[in-house]
C-alpha cells in the first residue's frame, strides 16, 4: 500500500528528514513519480485515489485466498473518511460489537468507526482505543473533510510500516520498503511498532503514551545520515495522557516533560 500526504496535511517529526538525501547521487522524488511507479509495477491489481494536492491513497488487491486473513490488505471509505487497513485482527468480531457495526463489517470499516468516535464523541482516551485493537496491523485514515492523517503500527512485529519524506516535503507512507527508498532517499526510516500518528499532535506511543518519544540517529552502510529511528523514551514523560474532543480536536496530545 501506498499513502502520500501534502507537507501542509501532515507534519512528521523533523527528524524523518535527512540533510544526505539532497547531496547524494540519489534525491527524493516528487509524490508523483513515486505513485506512477507504484501503480506502474502493479498494473493490474492496483488502485488509486486521489484527493487533489492534498493527499493519495493507492493499494494492490491479493488474488489468493490464502492471504486472505492475516496478510489481508482492506480499503475502505465512510463519510469522507478513507482507510488502508493490513493485516487482521483476533477480537474484530468483539470489537465490532462494541462499536455496534454489522457482523459484516470487516477491520477497515471498524477503524474508521473507531476513529469517528474519537473526532465526534470524545472525550477518549486515543491510546486505549488503538490498543484495544488485538492483532497483527497497520492503518492508515484519511479525514478528507477535516484534512488530517491518523496511522498506527501494531507492537508484535506481524506487519512492517514505513516512512519517509518526499521531495516536495510530503508524508510517504507504504508496507513496501522498496517503494520509499526509491521515493524518499535517505529520508525514511520504519514506522515505530506500537506507536500511532496523528497530523495534528504527532507521534506517540500507544503502548507507553506518558513517556515522550525520542528520535535516534540512523546511519545507512554507506555511513550516511538517514532519517532517525523513533524510540519510546522510559526516562520523559508528557504531562497529559492523549484525548480526543469533537470541539477541541485531539487536545492534550502535547509532549511537556514534567
Not at 493490474?44 to 486521489?50: E, G, I, K, N, V
Not at 532517525?228 to 509532549?255: C, H, M, Q
Request: a negative charge; glycine letters at 8%.
Amino acid at each position: 500500500m501506498l499513502a502520500i500526504f501534502h507537507k501542509a496535511f501532515a507534519h512528521p517529526p523533523d527528524e524523518l528528514n535527512s540533510p544526505a538525501s539532497h547531496h547524494g547521487s540519489k534525491k527524493p522524488k516528487m509524490p508523483e513519480e513515486t505513485l506512477k511507479e507504484f501503480l506502474a509495477s502493479n498494473p493490474s491489481d492496483a488502485f488509486s485515489l486521489s484527493f487533489g494536492d492534498a493527499a493519495v491513497l493507492s493499494y494492490v488487491r491479493h488474488d489468493q485466498p490464502s492471504l486472505l486473513h492475516k496478510n489481508q490488505r482492506l480499503f475502505c471509505g465512510h463519510d469522507e473518511i478513507y482507510c488502508l487497513f493490513m493485516g487482521s485482527l483476533n477480537n474484530l468480531c468483539a470489537q465490532i460489537k462494541q462499536y455496534g457495526l454489522s457482523k459484516g463489517s470487516n477491520e477497515a470499516m471498524l477503524v474508521i468507526e473507531a476513529y469517528r468516535t474519537l473526532r465526534d464523541r470524545g472525550p477518549y482516551p486515543a491510546d486505549q482505543v488503538i490498543k484495544d485493537l488485538d492483532g497483527s496491523f497497520a492503518f492508515v485514515v484519511y479525514d478528507s473533510k477535516r484534512g488530517t492523517v491518523f496511522a498506527a503500527l501494531g507492537s508484535d512485529g506481524g506487519v512492517k510500516l514505513y516512512w519517509g519524506i518526499a521531495a516536495d516535503g510530503s508524508v510517504v507512507i507504504s508496507d513496501d520498503i522498496a517503494v520509499i527508498k526509491a521515493g524518499c532517499a535517505k529520508s525514511y526510516a520504519p514506522f515505530p511498532k506500537g506507536c500511532m500518528f496523528h497530523s495534528e499532535g504527532g507521534l506517540m506511543s500507544f503502548e507507553h503514551p506518558m513517556n515522550k518519544m525520542r528520535a535516534m540517529p540512523r546511519v545507512d552502510s554507506e555511513g550516511a545520515m538517514c532519517g532517525a529511528n523513533f524510540k519510546v523514551d522510559l526516562y520523559s514523560r508528557v504531562n497529559s495522557i492523549p484525548r480526543v474532543g469533537s470541539e477541541t480536536n485531539w487536545v492534550d496530545w502535547n509532549t511537556e516533560q514534567i
